[in-house]
């Protein structure tokens, strides 16, 4: 383990399978949501989005969204259709909004992972709180 360093890296969310999780022994997955879910222009889920959550649901996963972004009316409006909880202005790196999440669900660090596009937030707050740092290549809008 490394600290500025993910433990796994993927291409994109839809290549964090339900079997990968159940192989990694991954009762709850915590998620950024700004390039690493959606693009940052997205207003409504993508398809493969909705899908993906869908799976791994069905595989006993369970999935909570933690963002940096303050706009929690966006947020909630953006998470709700998707039945995912989401915790706003989580201000990772700091570690608090996983936590909460983790003691919330009764789900110990040893069974999570936190998956993320950036290594200066996401990765460390994994760290921080001691769960497993996943990370996918940063989505950028086209422009
Ligand atoms: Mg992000």
Request: proline content about 3%; charged content about 30%.
């Amino acid at each position: 383990m490394t600290f500025f360093r993910a433990d796994k890296n993927f291409e994109k969310f839809e290549d964090v399978t339900a079997s990968l999780l159940k192989k990694e022994g991954v009762k709850l997955l915590l998620c950024d949501l700004d390039n690493t879910l959606r693009l940052h222009s997205e207003k409504e889920p993508a398809d493969e989005l909705a899908k993906w959550i869908k799976g791994l649901h069905r595989a006993g996963v369970k999935i909570v969204v933690i963002s940096n972004n303050g706009r929690k009316n966006m947020m909630q409006k953006f998470c709700e259709p998707l039945n995912v909880p989401c915790k706003w202005w989580a201000m990772k790196p700091m570690s608090r909004k996983l936590t909460e999440a983790m003691s919330e669900l009764k789900i110990k660090p040893s069974e999570t992972v936190m998956l993320g596009d950036k290594l200066s937030t996401d990765v460390l707050a994994a760290r921080f709180a001691g769960v497993r740092a996943w990370k996918v290549d940063h989505r950028r809008d086209i422009v």
